[in-house]
């Protein structure tokens, strides 16, 4: 059974950076991918990271977010930075098998099998 257990988040005021961590049993051959939901709104894919290594990130946050793992500690992270009132959210990690990250299945929900309790961030003008 995966378990996913995420940290960090918190609020910040516009331009300031934080890192989500999320950690679980194992990494290594998965895809992995963080979402977020503001309220009222669906949630959407932010980044995602392969068992290769390889990242795709959405558009509203390439050049500011990114998405790293490290295998040897099963941990997941998503630092922020250049943080805008716009990704005020709450952040989920998720993991899915590989064919999610190679099947272009990695923007959406349906393509995770287990996700994290969700940390909320907060970002303020």
């Known amino acids: 059974q995966v378990q996913l257990v995420q940290s960090g988040g918190g609020s910040v005021q516009a331009g300031g950076s934080l890192r989500l961590s999320c950690g679980g049993n194992t990494y290594i051959t998965y895809c992995m991918g963080w979402f977020r939901q503001a309220l009222g709104k669906e949630r959407e894919g932010v980044a995602s990271?392969?068992?290769?290594?390889?990242?795709s990130y959405a558009d509203s946050v390439k050049g500011r977010f990114t998405i790293s793992k490290d295998n040897t500690k099963n941990n997941l992270y998503l630092q922020m930075n250049s943080l805008k009132p716009d990704d005020t959210a709450m952040y989920y990690c998720?993991?899915?098998?590989?064919?999610?990250?190679?099947?272009?299945?990695?923007?959406?929900?349906?393509?995770?099998?287990?996700w994290g309790q969700g940390t909320q961030v907060t970002v303020s003008s």
């Open positions: 990271v392969d068992s290769d290594g390889s990242t």
């Open positions: 998720a993991i899915g098998p590989r064919v999610t990250c190679t099947n272009g299945r990695n923007w959406h929900t349906w393509g995770y099998n287990y």
